[in-house]
Structure formats: structure tokens, C-alpha cells
């Protein structure tokens, strides 16, 4: 048996205006960040990029936040930076900032690398600050957090295709604005988190002791299928992601503000997915929840490649509602197998995600460079079923409600 003191337990109620203002950051966090491969069909005519390369820059800004996350969250499970949140925000802003000046390719790579730091410093804090709000409801806590970044990752293409594709990239400056606001929430937020680190330092004595029965070999064993799993996932999302777009134009001949609304469709879905599966997990089990999110969206992905326009967004969306369903829980049912390690857990989840969705974008942009873009689809679409190694997880919940 492995028993883990965790950190002390002070405030015993959800917050639920905590939650919600992170949520909030979260959302214009990655609404910025979704700005670059929204603009992915203007910038490839501008500077003449080919798929390739498109994927590089999706792989560069992601591999930084990658890289450097897991790092930003053991730092910060051990010297807490509440102020650390307002950092990563304007790292963000300088970044977009300087994509709407970029004059070539090197430029551009440069400021991507800015949003990726910004991103890597944003996550493992702000997920800490919803699991201390989250009261123990900490799937329903996780999921209000993910909800605002799968909104921002919504509402990002869907700004981008009335504002910047008509107008051209320099427009991408005026998304400063937007960043000025989170930064103005998230000194909200440092605020609480300061004050709430002080009064869990002057209650040292109040200590919820974390326990399961898994030994060490075990956890490893387990957190490397999450990790498969999120390869999964991330993999199969970087090709809607970053190619979405692409594949409706070249397939159906649609207009690029036309593919941005399907984008936002899909990416709608996500969030509302994002927001049914932190509260389904508390109640029936993380372990359930992310086997059914992975492979059970498998005989979609299946079919996209091979339906008419209707049906490509109708079942995207449908993807992308069971799909989302499982980041929220593979990340809290981690921070079970790590109890008192919610920054470290946060940044390899999240640095792996950006990670693989970054690798996947370069590798996909190899061959769909090589092939086509619906060749791409039609191959990524059985990465779902990597999600039957789910079964190798063991039910967390069950064993201590049986303690």
C-alpha cells in the first residue's frame, strides 16, 4: 500500500467564481492561441508555404510548451507562483503580437516559439489554481477549466475568419486586446491564490491523507497508457486541428470562411464534450469515461473520410463531443496515481498533448505533402482504437471505496 500525505485541504467548498474566472483565462489563453492555425490558409499563400512547413509551425510551438511544461509544473509544486499566470499571458501577446509583423518563415517560427512559452507556463498553474477551488469535486473542477480552453479553441477560428482572413494578417495585432483582458483576470486570480496559499500555510495541520494500493511499478505502468491514450487523442485532433480546413476545401470546394464555421462546429462540440465528462467521471468512474471517449468514437472517424459535406460536419461534431470527453479525466484520474503532484501531473499531460499534437501536425503535413489531405484522414482515423488498452487500467475509485 502507498499512502501520500498530500497538501493540506483548507478550503473544503467548491469556488465556483474561481472556477469559472479560470475558466474564463483559460479561454482567451487558448482562443489566442488558436489564432495561428486558423490563419494557416492565409499565411501558406502569403509566404508560400507547403503543407510541410505548416507543420512545422504547428510542431515548434507546441514542442516549446511540450518541453516545457512538465518543468514549469515540478517547479511549481514546490515554490508556487501565483503571479507566474500574468507572465505566461503576455509571453502569449508579445508572441501574436510579433506573428502579425512576421515578413518570412524564420520570423514567424521565432514568435510562435514566444506562444509556446506562454502556453507552457499558463497550464500547470492554472491547473493547480482549479483543483484548490475545485472543493473535491475535482472532474466537475477540471472540467469548467478544460470547457474555457475548448471554447477559446472554438471561438479562435471562428474570430479569425471574419477579422483576419478578410483583412490580412497584420490584423492578427488586434487579438493584443483580448490578451490585456485575460491578463487583467488572471491578477484576479493571483490575488486568491496568494491569499489562499497563506491561509493553507497557516492551517498546516489540516492534512487529507491520500491513499491507494498500487505499487510504484503499477503507477508508472498505468501513467504510460495514459500517456499512449493521449497520443491517441492529440494525434487524431492535430489532423482536424490543422488540416480540417484544408480537407473540406480541397474535397468539397468550399470557401476558407466556410471551413472556419465547420471548424467552430467541431470545436464547439469539443467544449461542450469537455463539460459533460468531468461530471460523468466523478460519478461513474474516470476509467469508464475514458475508455468510452476513445474508442467508442472510433466507427466516426471510420466514416468521415468517405461522406458527403452534411455528414462530414455531423459527424465531426459528434467526434468531437465524445472525443473531448476524456482529457478532463485522464488528467484527474493521473493526479490520483500522484496525489500531491497536481503541477508536475499537469505539465507532462499537457506538455505531452501539445507535444504530440505538434508531431503529429509535422508528421501529417509530411504526407499529406506526399499523398493528399484526404489520405491523411482516411489513416488517422483508426487511431481510436488504440483506446482498447484502456482495459489495462486499474479502477482507481473501486479500490478505495473498497479501503
Not at 501565483?82 to 502579425?100: A, D, R
Not at 489532423?239 to 467541431?266: A, E, G, P, R, W
Not at 483508426?382 to 473501486?398: D, M, Q, R, S
Amino acid at each position: 500500500m502507498e499512502t501520500v500525505k498530500a497538501q493540506p485541504e483548507v478550503i473544503k467548498k467548491t469556488t465556483y467564481s474561481i472556477l469559472f474566472i479560470i475558466s474564463f483565462s483559460h479561454l482567451i489563453n487558448d482562443l489566442l492561441q488558436a489564432i495561428v492555425p486558423s490563419i494557416y490558409p492565409l499565411i501558406k499563400d502569403n509566404f508560400g508555404l507547403s503543407f510541410t512547413q505548416i507543420g512545422i509551425i504547428t510542431f515548434t510551438y507546441q514542442i516549446v510548451a511540450s518541453i516545457l511544461q512538465p518543468f514549469v509544473g515540478m517547479y511549481t509544486d514546490k515554490n508556487s507562483k501565483p503571479y507566474s499566470l500574468i507572465i505566461g499571458m503576455c509571453f502569449t501577446m508579445i508572441g501574436l503580437f510579433l506573428v502579425s509583423i512576421a515578413t518570412n518563415f524564420v520570423f514567424l517560427l521565432m514568435s510562435v516559439s514566444l506562444i509556446g512559452i506562454g502556453s507552457s507556463i499558463f497550464h500547470p498553474e492554472s491547473s493547480r489554481v482549479a483543483h484548490l477551488a475545485s472543493g473535491g469535486k475535482k472532474g466537475l473542477a477540471q472540467s469548467i477549466f478544460q470547457l474555457g480552453g475548448n471554447a477559446g479553441s472554438a471561438i479562435g477560428p471562428l474570430l479569425a475568419a471574419f477579422i483576419i482572413i478578410p483583412h490580412g494578417q497584420s490584423y492578427v495585432a488586434w487579438f493584443c486586446i483580448i490578451a490585456l483582458v485575460g491578463i487583467f483576470a488572471l491578477y484576479k486570480i493571483a490575488i486568491w491564490y496568494t491569499d489562499h496559499m497563506s491561509e493553507r500555510n497557516a492551517n498546516k495541520s489540516a492534512y487529507k491523507v491520500e491513499t491507494h494500493h498500487l505499487s510504484k511499478n503499477r503507477v508508472i505502468v498505468s501513467l504510460v497508457v495514459l500517456l499512449i491514450l493521449i497520443f491517441s487523442k492529440f494525434f487524431y485532433m492535430s489532423s482536424i486541428t490543422s488540416y480540417y480546413t484544408f480537407f473540406l476545401i480541397d474535397k468539397f470546394h468550399i470557401s476558407v470562411q466556410q471551413s472556419q464555421i465547420y471548424l467552430f462546429l467541431f470545436s464547439g462540440a469539443v467544449a461542450a464534450g469537455t463539460l459533460i465528462g468531468g461530471p460523468i467521471g466523478d460519478y461513474f468512474g474516470r476509467k469508464y469515461v475514458i475508455w468510452i471517449s476513445i474508442l467508442g468514437v472510433a466507427p466516426f472517424t471510420l466514416m468521415l473520410p468517405y461522406v458527403s459535406l452534411f455528414w462530414v460536419g455531423t459527424l465531426s461534431v459528434i467526434i468531437g463531443l465524445i472525443l473531448s470527453s476524456a482529457f478532463s479525466a485522464i488528467l484527474v484520474y493521473a493526479t490520483e496515481l500522484m496525489p500531491g503532484k497536481v503541477g508536475l501531473v499537469a505539465g507532462l499531460f499537457f506538455g505531452f498533448a501539445f507535444g504530440m499534437g505538434g508531431l503529429g501536425s509535422a508528421v501529417l503535413g509530411k504526407i499529406a505533402d506526399a499523398t493528399s489531405i484526404e489520405y491523411v484522414f482516411k489513416i488517422c482515423a483508426f487511431l481510436p482504437l488504440i483506446g482498447v488498452i484502456t482495459g489495462f487500467l486499474p479502477n482507481i475509485e473501486g479500490r478505495k471505496k473498497a479501503s
